[in-house]
DNA sequence: TTAAGTGCAAACAGTTTGCAGGCAT
DNA sequence: ATGCCTGCAAACTGTTTGCACTTAA
């Protein structure tokens, strides 16, 4: 499992630029429309392989909310999310709750840590102040 | 969607024994084996319609861990698992730390929430303190 | 020049589902 | 007798992968 020397690929670029510049945690689906919009010719293999090339390295987040399938998060800080139950959309948790997890979780049960999920179902900001102006 | 009502039929006793009978967590796939010393015709199909039977009724919790199966769980109090990534094995979080996010956000964000979903990976207790041992 | 990357389509894995018959109520 | 439940196998869905071709370095 050596550590092959990446090229830099258009592709690449636009399914990476595409991940950044969005806070709604796209799936490769959806992804690959973003970027089908720069490159028509691109297909979906391509997005998938590159999501997951890029989660690999470090530059983006591969998401398992709970939910059919999987999101991509344009951020590399350690945070949760909260899947709104009312309209779906996937919003960041602050990372300090992250945070005080995993210090709490270093007290009280004295092992080490690799990653911590924490996906939460809720409403949304947008739903849950949001009632009557939609 | 009306509630349909369930009969007691002897699949689905064995299923949910199997489940509540064991702390490892199983897959449709182990439990399928469990439940075939007792009834050797079952089928993965009936597991499956029944595991997610008893999920839908409260009576076990059906996780989605970031790993590539769902597993089952026998307790449906609100608690969060560590995947150990050295054995694979799936040992829960204490209660108190989800009850202590959830008050957490409660505060902190003000909102409504329905479920949490905790998933840190690490090692487990096992492997974390019995390296010598094996 | 060469090996990483691509597009395409087929394969894959876990899970769900349609159907005809079986069994609890 | 009714209709929920079963076993079976086929279908489904999101994702991965093999292959021949292309392209960055």
């Known amino acids: 499992m050596a550590e092959n020397i990446r090229r830099n690929s258009k592709q690449r670029q636009l399914v990476l630029e595409a991940v950044k510049s969005t806070c709604t945690h796209p799936t490769a689906e959806e992804v690959f429309q973003i970027v089908r919009q720069q490159n028509p010719t691109i297909s979906l293999g391509t997005v998938y392989?590159?999501?997951?090339?890029?989660?690999?390295?470090?530059?983006?987040?591969k998401l398992d909310l709970g939910v059919e399938r999987d999101h991509f998060d344009g951020t590399n800080e350690e945070h949760g999310h909260l899947v709104c139950t009312r309209c779906g959309a996937i919003e960041d948790l602050p990372c300090a709750l992250s945070a005080s997890i995993r210090s709490t979780m270093e007290h009280e049960l004295d092992r080490q840590m690799d990653s911590i999920y924490l996906t939460v179902t809720g409403l949304c900001k947008e739903c849950s102040c949001g009632h009557m102006k939609q």
């Open 49 to 61: 392989r590159n999501l997951n090339l890029l989660a690999e390295m470090g530059l983006i987040l």
